[in-house]
């Protein structure tokens, strides 16, 4: 396993990392399973575990902290988020000052840790003022409950502003973003937030590398039955489309030229960017894993990298 600093920080991550979205606390509730996932992730050098309030609505944080809790706390990385509503409440949702230290309070007792090591701000809020925002996360690090903060699916420019804004007023800038990153998603990571990034110094923590599952082909055929995205019906909306199905059949034959499955190839083409700190990624079995984790390993030619250009633009 590699490990990549958070951007300027000088904290190190490994280049792959486990998150919980749609996995632990949701598809995977058995305890023994979750633990067989997590360890073969942390014996394999993951020392990187991404997960959010909202997942599983703190089932997520619950399930992965009670296993979290077994290894060193200085071996890990752990990171949540706060944004999406977690009850009807009017202020139980988004990044008030109110509900980003009543959040965090909640997160740390759910995953049974004192302090987490990256705290995200899961969306933009438009209607809280970035400032507020900036000076709660910076009050967080000032604490200890929180040691690093970033955002995730921020415009560019909003995470310009922040990063502004706490120069301005001398408070702790983000130190990551973390965006949906994947062949099938290109343009945006590539020209425009990840410039804005590096000319702050931020690291880039990518989800779903797969497209929610979309590039490993298991969608070639129809829509499985115990698949994702027969259980969430946005996420078969957005991506289950006949130029897509089309697109990732071709891609199986880069994948067979390197002798490789198409989700590994994928997950490689993100490392191979040179542009992210770590490629979050997710597994319902250790053998799913064990296949994720081998992605670090392939070295890919150019004219394979030129067909992946040429099947998925930027």
């Not at 190839?265 to 994720?292: C, D, P, R, Y």
């Not at 150019?302 to 067909?307: D, N, P």
């Amino acid at each position: 396993m590699r490990y990549n600093r958070l951007g300027m920080s000088g904290m190190k991550v490994s280049e792959l990392s486990l998150g919980g979205w749609t996995t632990f606390g949701h598809s995977i509730q058995d305890k023994h399973i979750a633990k067989d996932i997590i360890e073969a992730a942390y014996s394999a050098g993951i020392n990187f575990f991404d997960i959010a309030d909202v997942y599983a609505r703190g089932e997520s944080e619950r399930l992965m902290g009670k296993i979290l809790k077994d290894f060193p706390r200085h071996t890990l990385v752990i990171s949540s988020k706060v944004f999406w509503p977690m009850s009807d409440d009017v202020n139980d949702r988004g990044l008030s000052r109110k509900h980003i230290m009543e959040s965090i309070d909640k997160s740390l007792l759910r995953i049974g840790t004192d302090y987490l090591d990256i705290y995200y701000c899961h969306r933009y809020d438009p209607e809280t003022p970035v400032l507020e925002v900036v000076r709660a996360m910076d009050d967080l690090v000032h604490s200890g409950k929180v040691l690093y903060w970033g955002t995730s699916e921020w415009p560019a420019e909003k995470i310009e502003e922040a990063c502004q804004l706490a120069e301005k007023y001398h408070c702790i800038p983000p130190a990551v973003e973390q965006p949906e990153y994947h062949l099938l998603k290109r343009a945006k990571v590539e020209r425009e937030i990840q410039p804005m990034t590096r000319s702050f110094g931020m690291g880039l923590t990518s989800f779903s590398p797969l497209a929610m599952g979309m590039l490993s082909g298991k969608y070639d055929r129809g829509i499985p039955e115990d698949s994702r995205f027969a259980r969430e019906e946005w996420l078969k909306n957005i991506w289950y489309r006949e130029d897509v199905v089309q697109t990732v059949l071709k891609f199986r034959e880069l994948a067979d030229a390197l002798g490789v499955s198409r989700a590994q190839l994928a997950i490689a083409a993100l490392l191979n960017q040179g542009i992210l700190s770590s490629v979050i990624t997710g597994a319902t079995s250790v053998a799913q894993l064990e296949e994720n984790l081998k992605a670090a390993e392939i070295e890919i030619p150019l004219e394979i990298s030129k067909g992946i250009d040429a099947l998925f633009p930027a």
